[in-house]
T-cell receptor, first 109, second 117 residues
Framework: GQNIDQPTEMTATEGAIVQINCTYQTSGFNGLFWYQQHAGEAPTFLSYNVLDGLEEKGRFSSFLSRSKGYSYLLLKELQMKDSAPYLCAVSDSNYQLIWGAGTKLIIKP | GAVVSQHPSRVICKSGTSVKIECRSLDFQATTMFWYRQFPKQSLMLMATSNEGSKATYEQGVEKDKFLINHASLTLSTLTVTSAHPEDSSFYIC?????????????FGEGSRLTVL
């Protein structure tokens, strides 16, 4: 079956760094997405990885290892506004999105 | 977690025809469902909010006569793309809200890829 795993909840301190992991098992792979979702809003696209390696975009970086079925989202210099659920989603061989359950990130002062 | 299913997952149609996409919440009732469109490597664009038993609320710039939304039951919402054109080719995703109010959790469907020839 197809499966995306990410931690349910994580807590970090303002100004610090946090890494949210995502492991996946899917039929085929056409890329992995990270989204941030604030309540009542559509998810905001953060990153897209299709090749192995690290993609850096400001305070957010995303890493992918296809051989390990593993990705992480790294958030630096955490701000209180970064408190939100973070969704990992994989595009499978049919370009269908398989969603993780989301990681609720809580930032404390 | 809850399950939201979309059908069909892929559809190819001719220009000028209409296509219906279904979104079902399989193990919970959803008073509210959302329809999104995704462009490559971009955020999901919210198209409309679908409320069971009432008319959908469309986002600015989305043609309600072109994208017909029906939420006839607590487990089913449909999006019909009428008189489809090649520029309507996209990935359409639905989500269903489990629970009520702002605390309701959203669960997403697998998406439906529409290709208009």
């Amino acid at each position: 079956g197809q499966n995306i795993d990410q931690p349910t909840e994580m807590t970090a301190t303002e100004g610090a760094i946090v890494q949210i992991n995502c492991t996946y098992q899917t039929s085929g792979f056409n890329g992995l997405f990270w989204y941030q979702q604030h309540a009542g809003e559509a998810p905001t696209f953060l990153s897209y990885n299709v090749l192995d390696g690290l993609e850096e975009k400001g305070r957010f970086s995303s890493f992918l290892s296809r051989s390990k079925g593993y990705s992480y989202l790294l958030l630096k210099e955490l701000q209180m506004k970064d408190s939100a659920p973070y969704l990992c989603a994989v595009s499978d061989s049919n370009y269908q999105l398989i969603w993780g359950a989301g990681t609720k990130l809580i930032i404390k002062p | 977690g809850a399950v939201v299913s979309q059908h069909p997952s892929r559809v190819i149609c001719k220009s000028g025809t209409s296509v219906k996409i279904e979104c079902r919440s399989l193990d919970f009732q959803a008073t509210t469902m959302f329809w999104y469109r995704q462009f490559p490597k971009q955020s999901l664009m919210l198209m409309a909010t679908s409320n069971e038993g009432s008319k959908a609320t469309y986002e600015q710039g989305v043609e309600k006569d072109k994208f017909l939304i029906n939420h006839a039951s607590l487990t089913l919402s449909t999006l019909t793309v009428t008189s489809a054109h090649p520029e309507d080719s996209s990935f359409y995703i639905c989500s269903a809200k489990k629970g009520t109010g702002d605390t309701g959790e959203l669960f997403f469907g697998e998406g439906s890829r529409l290709t208009v020839l």
